[in-house]
Each structure stands twice: as structure tokens, then as C-alpha cells.
């Protein structure tokens, strides 16, 4: 009976610590919880307080401008006591001199990347070994792409992987001009890229010309070629004299290189259909289709009839 006692005793000693752990558990919680509840007023208090002093910061600012007395900015400053408190332990450290050049160079080189990004439509990244050359060109304020073109360095030689660029651009005729008798390619690589892209941008633009042409005049066109890429174009145009209201068929052909948006000088052929046009008129007609050496098609149909 004594052993049944004590263990009695035990029992209640137990069970009465594990009500007073719980209770101090409580108390610490609620202590924290009040805590947390008077820094969030005083942080809703100092909110208020910032957003008075930028009502009043704005109201000024606002009758300043209204009035023309606008002043210098240090006047419209909040007050110090509703800024965020700075943490003075973190001191700022400045850069030094060769730091700030450093910095400054690296800026002017991204900008000139930039700006040839735009201009040009060429970028480059190297991801998995490879150098990948992006082409976006703009043709007539229209964007075209992205063309890539894959290139592996292997010390000196530039290895041609792949590319995607259409088959108007002959990518591995150049790749074997610029680096078959090159010992260090690094030297031919800005020249391929620039060719590159030369070849890309002037198909396009042929393209987009002969489009444009045959939408704008799809009733006078007759008899449209656009051959080997849009290298040879030749078409046919209807026009009415107004004399005698006599249709005029004038055959147009040109011949492009296939890095060039113009033709070839000297290989526009003006034909003419009837040919009994006087020479005066012939010759005046072919002065002024030379308009079709330096505007694109449409524009140069409009300003040479």
C-alpha cells in the first residue's frame, strides 16, 4: 500500500510540472504576441507620419509648379524623422580610381555591342563549346529572324557546326573563302561575320522588294521573274499614253549580286513594246528608270513613270 502511494505521489507531481510548463509557454506567447502588436503600431504611426509629410511634400510641389516658383530639390525633402533609419555599422566603401575606369570601360564596350546589335542585327553567345551568331536583321523597318550560325574554336580554327540561315546565303562558299588559307581564323572571323550578314540582308531586301512590287502594281505587272534568289528579276509594266491612250508595254531586266540590295551597274535592260517609240522618248524613259540603281523597286516604279 506504502508502494501504491508513492507512486500516487509521483503521478501527481508530474502531471502538475506539465500544467506549469504550459502555462509559461502561454505567458511567453503572449507576451510575444503583445510585442508584435505594439511594433506594428508604432509602425503604422510612422507610416501615417510619412504619408502626412508626402501629402504636404506634394501639395507644395503642386502649388510651386502652379505659381512657377519651383525651387531647388533639397527644399522638397522628407523630414529625417520619417525617413527609414540607415544602418551606420555597414560603412560605404568607394571605389577606387582604376575600379571607376574599369567600370566606365565596360560600359562604353556593352553600349557599342549594343549599338551594333541594333544596327547590324548580329549577337553571339557561347553555350555548350560552340560560339552561336544570332543575325535579326530589320529590311524596311520589318524583322527577320533569328538565323543562327554555330561555330566551334578549336584553338586557332574556327570548325563550322551548323547554321540555319536560308540557302540564298552561300554560308559555306564564304566560310571556305575566308578560312580554308587562313592559319589564324580569329583574324578572317569579323570579315566572314560581316559577309555574312551582308549576303542575308541583301536577300531579304530582294525578296521583300519583289513583294512589295507585284502587291502595289499587281494590276500593271505583267510576266514577274525572280530567279536564282531574286538575282535576276525581270517584269513587265502596262502603261496608257496619254495622247492617244495607246497601252505601252516597258520590260524591265536587272541583274544583282547576291550581297547587294541595288543592281549591278550597267546590266538594267529597258525594252519597249511597240517599238516604234521616237528615240527622244526612249531615251528620256531609260534616263529615268536610272532611278532604279539607288531606290528600292516600288519606289523607283513610281518615280520613273
Given amino acids: 500500500q506504502a508502494y501504491n502511494c508513492l507512486i500516487h505521489f509521483y503521478k501527481r507531481k508530474s502531471l502538475q510540472m506539465a500544467d506549469f510548463g504550459d502555462i509559461l509557454m502561454d505567458f511567453d506567447a503572449k507576451s510575444q504576441k503583445e510585442k508584435n502588436l505594439e511594433k506594428l503600431k508604432q509602425d503604422v504611426k510612422s507610416l501615417k507620419r510619412k504619408r502626412d509629410a508626402m501629402l504636404d511634400r506634394e501639395i507644395k510641389i503642386r502649388d510651386d509648379l502652379n505659381s512657377g516658383t519651383?525651387?531647388?530639390?533639397?527644399?522638397?525633402?522628407?523630414?529625417?524623422?520619417?525617413?527609414?533609419?540607415?544602418?551606420?555599422?555597414?560603412?560605404?566603401?568607394?571605389?577606387?580610381?582604376?575600379?571607376?575606369?574599369?567600370?566606365?570601360?565596360?560600359?562604353?564596350?556593352?553600349?557599342?555591342?549594343?549599338?551594333?546589335?541594333?544596327?547590324?542585327?548580329?549577337?553571339?553567345?557561347?553555350?555548350?563549346?560552340?560560339?552561336?551568331?544570332?543575325?535579326?536583321?530589320?529590311?524596311?523597318?520589318?524583322?527577320?529572324?533569328?538565323?543562327?550560325?554555330?561555330?566551334?574554336?578549336?584553338?586557332?580554327?574556327?570548325?563550322?557546326?551548323?547554321?540555319?540561315?536560308?540557302?540564298?546565303?552561300?554560308?559555306?562558299?564564304?566560310?571556305?573563302?575566308?578560312?580554308?588559307?587562313a592559319e589564324d581564323h580569329s583574324e578572317q572571323l569579323a570579315p566572314f561575320i560581316r559577309s555574312v550578314a551582308k549576303h542575308l540582308r541583301a536577300f531579304l531586301s530582294r525578296k521583300q522588294q519583289c513583294d512589295q512590287l507585284r502587291q502595289r502594281f499587281a494590276e500593271d505587272i505583267r510576266e514577274f521573274q525572280a530567279a536564282n534568289h531574286c538575282t535576276a528579276i525581270s517584269f513587265s509594266l502596262c502603261l496608257k499614253d496619254e495622247d492617244n491612250e495607246e497601252q505601252i508595254i516597258v520590260s524591265i531586266d536587272m541583274i544583282y549580286d547576291r550581297d547587294e540590295e541595288r543592281p549591278k551597274p550597267e546590266t538594267l535592260k529597258v525594252t519597249f513594246d511597240p517599238p516604234h517609240m521616237s528615240d527622244d522618248d526612249r531615251q528620256a524613259v531609260k534616263e529615268q528608270c536610272m532611278v532604279f540603281y539607288s531606290m528600292r523597286l516600288t519606289e523607283a516604279v513610281i518615280a520613273a513613270f
Fill in 70 to 181: 519651383v525651387q531647388n530639390a533639397s527644399v522638397y525633402r522628407l523630414p529625417v524623422a520619417v525617413l527609414p533609419p540607415q544602418n551606420l555599422s555597414q560603412r560605404q566603401v568607394l571605389p577606387s580610381d582604376a575600379e571607376v575606369q574599369r567600370l566606365r570601360n565596360i560600359a562604353k564596350t556593352k553600349q557599342k555591342l549594343q549599338a551594333h546589335a541594333l544596327c547590324h542585327g548580329v549577337t553571339s553567345l557561347k553555350e555548350d563549346n560552340e560560339t552561336k551568331f544570332i543575325f535579326d536583321p530589320y529590311v524596311g523597318g520589318k524583322p527577320f529572324g533569328p538565323f543562327v550560325l554555330r561555330l566551334r574554336f578549336i584553338r586557332t580554327q574556327a570548325v563550322l557546326r551548323g547554321h540555319t540561315l536560308p540557302h540564298a546565303v552561300p554560308t559555306r562558299s564564304l566560310y571556305t573563302e575566308y578560312f580554308e588559307d
